[in-house]
């Protein structure tokens, strides 16, 4: 391009790319005033500290909980629930999502039904699990499992379909049976967006992982935080929020790793 | 395109022999419900022989159902009435016989280059070393050797169809059918893509059925032409090209090509609506 664009042309067009060193200068600035604002209103003293804790004080509840190796214990409780209820509902929603977006029949038997459950709110059912299968963390894994699994299908549905079909007519020219087709082109040709799809649904797991631990925990994140507002540690509360939102950040990390190594052709 | 078909397997319905190995469409219908919920004839009654060997092209307006046609040849859609057969044998869902080159991309882009070209033949338990005989080859003929590692997605358009048409050849089939491969090419690639397609047929000689709208094209690539009307698509005329080959893209100035042009375009004007430019 022959013309010069200023910064503030570029920042303001839409879709423009803008330079990296900004991109980073500017996802700085929104953390610092975002902690900043929350040191003025701590430090600063506008704000209580039984309602908002000061950063130092969620700091020193990290160490306290770390040295006492109560944090540890609860994280990895959480850690097992969201995962162990994330790998259980995606065994089964990714291959029954893809068959569920191949086949008509299969979409016409569960896409209504499925579409029904997946409005109805997680919470709602916390009193049937603890009815149906006790306060053992299977009841935690339950919510897990309800929370994603539903959503899971759809999403996964909705990529199989997206398969465009004459890379299937393609295969079918070249000797592919419907068995092949299935196996060696759309399960490959859908892999980036299952990825996708699990990165995305292993974020809303972490999202119910409060919920799950809500009622009849003894361990864990949500426990921790539960506890804590009864007892007023509002630093406490912040810490396993901070928790959750670090694991949350890391896993979706692992999933962009995941999706680069193994789906390179497709970025 | 009406209902899709996968393959299927079955006993094949007892046809009189046709003399000599060919393709033959006999009497063929195409008729589908379209979203409004009203039929739409697509093909009307259409019957063409395509010998072995030869270079046949369908050539029509937009809409003409030439390329349903070729669909209904690979068995990627059933006729609503008539027979289709190849060597006597009624067709009945797609099949490795029938290799077909689209008018959209469709390499499968996990797939290398050559891992694409493999992929018919890896279906049909080709063993290892044969393939990989085979594969060179017809890289070394489309010209595609030094991009063999490449994925479809760091390809062109013209690269693209390129590795298209190496995959169909690879797997060896009875006749290829092209819908239109070259249609989403720009000229110069799309010369080069004519070219490119003259050296491999005539050096392969494989039965090919090759659909386009383009006159120069047609008249370029084939031994035969079949002009289509417009919708519903009846066939209007045949017209055997007697140009020799080898053919050169020079040969577009010859009295031969050019009288052969006037008379597709004669044929064509009538079907040309004012909503077509």
């Avoid at chain 1, 600063?44 to 770390?66: E, H, K, N, W, Y």
């Avoid at chain 1, 992982?209 to 809500?214: D, K, N, Q, R, S």
């Avoid at chain 1, 901070?242 to 789906?263: N, Q």
């Avoid at chain 2, 290829?176 to 005539?202: I, N």
């Amino acid at each position: 391009m022959a013309r010069k664009t200023s910064l503030l042309d570029q920042c303001l067009t839409p879709k423009a790319e803008i330079p990296t060193a900004l991109k980073f200068t500017v996802s700085a600035v929104t953390w610092v005033a975002v902690i900043g604002v929350w040191s003025i209103l701590t430090y600063g003293g506008f704000m209580q500290d039984i309602f908002l804790p000061s950063p130092t004080q969620v700091t020193d509840a990290f160490f306290r909980l770390l040295d006492d190796g109560t944090l540890g214990q609860h994280i990895w409780a959480s850690v097992q629930v969201v995962v162990t209820g994330f790998v259980i509902s995606s065994i089964v929603a990714v291959p029954l999502g893809l068959l569920m977006g191949t086949f008509k029949v299969v979409q016409a038997a569960l896409e209504p039904l499925v579409n029904f459950i997946r409005y109805l709110p997680v919470t709602s059912f916390v009193p049937l699990f603890i009815l149906w299968i006790g306060i053992g963390i299977e009841q935690r894994i339950m919510v897990i499992i309800f929370g994603t699994f539903f959503q899971q299908l759809v999403m996964i549905a909705d990529v199989s379909r997206s398969v465009p079909k004459d890379l299937l007519n393609a295969s079918y020219t070249l000797g592919a049976s419907r068995r092949d087709a299935l196996l060696h082109v759309l399960t490959p040709a859908a892999l980036p967006g299952i990825i996708d799809t699990l990165r995305v649904t292993m974020g809303w797991a972490w999202t119910y992982l409060v919920v799950a631990e809500l009622v009849a925990a003894s361990s864990g994140l949500g426990y921790i935080s539960m506890k804590a507002m009864r007892g007023f540690q509002v630093d406490v509360i912040f810490l396993a929020i901070a928790i959750i939102g670090l694991l949350g950040l890391l896993t979706d990390l692992v999933f962009r790793l995941f999706r680069m190594r193994l789906v390179a052709w497709a970025n | 395109m009406s209902v899709a078909v996968a393959p299927k397997t079955g006993p094949y319905p007892a046809q009189p022999e046709p003399a000599g190995p060919h393709l033959s469409i006999k009497d063929v219908r195409l008729e589908y419900k379209a979203r409004t919920g009203k039929s739409v004839l697509a093909i009307d009654r259409i019957s063409i022989e395509v010998p072995d060997n030869e270079f046949a092209v369908i050539v029509g307006p937009s809409g003409c159902g030439k390329s349903s046609l070729l669909y209904l040849v690979a068995g990627l859609a059933e006729p609503t009435e008539g027979h289709i057969l190849l060597d006597g044998t009624e067709v009945n869902g797609p099949g490795a016989d029938r290799g077909m080159v689209f008018q959209s991309y469709t390499l499968f882009p996990w797939l290398t280059v050559r891992e694409n070209v493999e992929f018919g033949l890896k279906r049909r338990k080709v063993p290892a070393e044969e393939r990989e005989r085979i594969v060179s080859q017809y890289l070394n003929d489309t010209g595609l050797a030094a991009f063999h590692d490449a994925y479809p997605k760091q390809l062109s358009g013209g690269m693209m169809q390129r590795v298209a048409i190496a995959r169909a050849l690879a797997n060896d089939p009875r006749i290829l059918l092209m819908d239109e491969p070259f249609g989403a090419l720009d000229s110069q690639t799309r010369t080069s893509m004519q070219k490119l397609l003259l050296k491999v047929w005539e050096q392969h000689q494989k039965t090919v059925l090759f659909v386009t709208h383009d006159i120069d094209e047609a008249i370029l690539l084939g031994d035969r032409i079949y002009v289509m009307t417009a919708r519903p698509g009846r066939l209007k005329e045949e017209i055997v090209v007697p140009i020799p080959r080898p053919r050169s893209l020079d040969m577009v100035m010859e009295p031969e090509f050019i009288a052969v042009k006037r008379r597709i375009l004669e044929l064509l004007k009538n079907e040309i609506k004012d909503d077509e430019h």
